[in-house]
């Protein structure tokens, strides 16, 4: 059974909207998932690791593993990241929670995916393409416990959503780490199975996204779901 929901993409792709719908198409059956988010966790790794650091003439405080550009309200800061450590642990974190989780309980997280990065001798690699996260899910035999909803966007679309919205990233991290690459492989769809569902978000079209959405919640997410039964509650 289903009990945790992963929406992964690149940023400016919609996973945040589909992260609501799923939610409320939850909630219509009576569960209310716990939302796990890795940007407001890199957020929170990265003002611990530029805590008591020295302000810029910008503003801006830098630590040993990533860059606070301008402080705010969860979801809202605008931080850089100087190698993977934080990020490769938020995410690997996040999967490792699933397993010593009640799977009684729902979650729905938000997972940023991108091509793998290398930041040269000496520091660690962001490991951020879609290959990590199926094999932490396979190490901690999680596959049949997930669905994941792979968001899908190009480029332009997702830069020109990113730069509109109030709570946009870093404009030098979208740039940095967020090009194409990254995406799942044909082998690592077989894997998942039934398990995972490509959407393809290509226009500003509400009626339609969500009618899809409710489909692919109707169809495929909740006959595998606890529903009726307590489950998220």
Known sequence: MIDTIIVIGKPGCGKSIMVWYVSSLLLEDGIEAHYVSDRIELENGILADTKGARKQPDGSRIGKHGKLIADGPPGHRKVHVLDGKILNHVHKSMIQNIKSRDPLLTSIMEYAIGP?????????????????????????????????????????????????????????TFRAYFPDGGEMTKSDKAKLGSHYYQFKNMEEDNDAYYSEVRNLYDSRIAPKMRIGKGGGN
């Open 116 to 172: 793998d990065i290398d930041f040269g001798p000496g520091k660690e690699p962001l490991r951020q393409s879609t290959a990590h996260l199926i094999q932490w899910l396979q190490d901690y035999r999680l596959t049949k416990r997930v669905f994941i909803i792979d968001v899908e966007s190009p480029l332009a679309i997702r830069q020109h959503r990113q730069y509109a919205r109030p709570d946009a990233m870093a404009i030098e």
